[in-house]
């Protein structure tokens, strides 16, 4: 694993030491970028079910202002902070459950990545707060990764499924927070 572009291009990414993780592959992890490229520089991002922080770190090579992970595991959350150690003072990581950590968290986002566990239903639990709660700022996107027959859980009122990107077993699910006068 290694950071693909940006001011951090190249450097090499800890592995999360835990069984049971599944590293985003670089090929997924170029496409995701390539399709936030634009919407990147100065944002405030969101790594839910962070698990190494390639995907947050990724984004802060990119450009983004900060990124906040969230990470069940300890382990984990230690490597995201030896991941992350370049991006000092524009990221913070919070051990937690996801769900849980979503439902008191504050605080609106511009970029969520999430990749949770595909067999969990946690994508369309995720999305659901995300969408109940309002944590997209306008103009905001949600790129969820999840296995290729999840079906796209349906977007709430002010929210709309963009698109759907397939890369074998697994696709990627972009949403997209409409702005005021477009919902």
Partial sequence: MRIIAGEARGRKLKPVPEEGTRPTSDRVKESIFNILQFHLEGRRVLDL??????????ALSRGARECVFVEQSGAAADVIRE??????GRFEVRVAEVLRWLESAAGTFDIVLLDPPYQSQLAKKTLQILFRRDMVSPGGFILCEC???TEPPEAHTGYALQKTYPYGSKQLLLYARQTEGTQ
């Fill in 83 to 88: 991941n992350a150690r370049f991006f000092a």
């Fill in 147 to 149: 296995a290729r027959e």
């Fill in 49 to 58: 079910f962070a698990g190494s922080g390639q995907l947050g770190v990724e």
